[in-house]
Each structure stands twice: as structure tokens, then as C-alpha cells.
Nanobody
Framework: QVQLVEFGGGMVQVGGSLTLSCAAS????????IGWFRQAPGKEREFLGA????????HYGRSSQGRFAISRDNAESTASLQMFALKPEDTAVYYC????????????????????WGQGTQVTVSS
């Protein structure tokens, strides 16, 4: 089974940018669609966006559209989440996730349908 590890979390000031990376091992990275989620204390895990297996398609959740961008490099078995114009409410633990099939319908790429998770990385946006 594929194993995922997130990198790049940390503290950033309001309005700043941050890029998270997700490195995969022990599996065929290109066989999975990759999604990004986040979870703030006391809140449910929130879908941010996903990218198809070959990287031709992406879609984003409501809170991330226009500020976040997902990409992937199958040759390096990595995926990235670029975040811009960060706000205090973006503070959360961020997770990458692998799903055997890509889908872009509303609510389709949900936390319940993910096949593998990374361990998460903390992002803190300070004012």
C-alpha cells in the first residue's frame, strides 16, 4: 500500500504563502488521485482539492478555490499544495490523501472514500 508523508508545514504570517509537499513511497504513485484536506481543532476534516492521476484535472473546495493550487510530479512521486493569501482561519493540520479513482462531483472526493492518508503537517497562520 502506498505511504504518504507531508512536508513543509510551519508558521506563516497573515497574507503570506506556503507550499506543502506530499511524498509517496511503497506503491505506484501514478495509480492514485491525490487530494488535500485539513482539520482545525474541533472541526471536521475539510476537503481542499484534488488532482487526477496524470495531473490533467483538478478541482477545489469552496474555501480553497482561488487561493490554493495543487500539482503533482509522478516521476518524483510527489504532490504539492501551494497556498496564497493565508488567513488565520487557514490554521489547521493539513493532510494529503490517495484515492484509487479521481472524481470531481460535489462531495465525491470525501474523507470517507480516501484509501490512504498521510500523517498530517501543522500550518499556523499568525496575525
Amino acid at each position: 500500500q502506498v505511504q504518504l508523508v507531508e512536508f513543509g508545514g510551519g508558521m506563516v504570517q497573515v497574507g503570506g504563502s506556503l507550499t506543502l509537499s506530499c511524498a509517496a513511497s511503497n506503491g505506484p504513485f501514478g495509480a492514485y488521485a491525490i487530494g488535500w484536506f485539513r482539520q482545525a481543532p474541533g472541526k471536521e476534516r475539510e476537503f481542499l482539492g484534488a488532482i487526477s492521476k496524470l495531473g490533467y484535472s483538478t478541482h477545489y473546495g469552496r474555501s480553497s478555490q482561488g487561493r490554493f493550487a495543487i500539482s503533482r510530479d509522478n516521476a518524483e512521486s510527489t504532490a504539492s499544495l501551494q497556498m496564497f493569501a493565508l488567513k488565520p482561519e487557514d490554521t489547521a493540520v493539513y493532510y494529503c490523501a490517495a484515492r484509487r479513482e479521481y472524481c470531481s462531483g460535489d462531495g465525491c472526493f470525501s474523507a470517507e472514500t480516501v484509501d490512504f492518508w498521510g500523517q498530517g503537517t501543522q500550518v499556523t497562520v499568525s496575525s
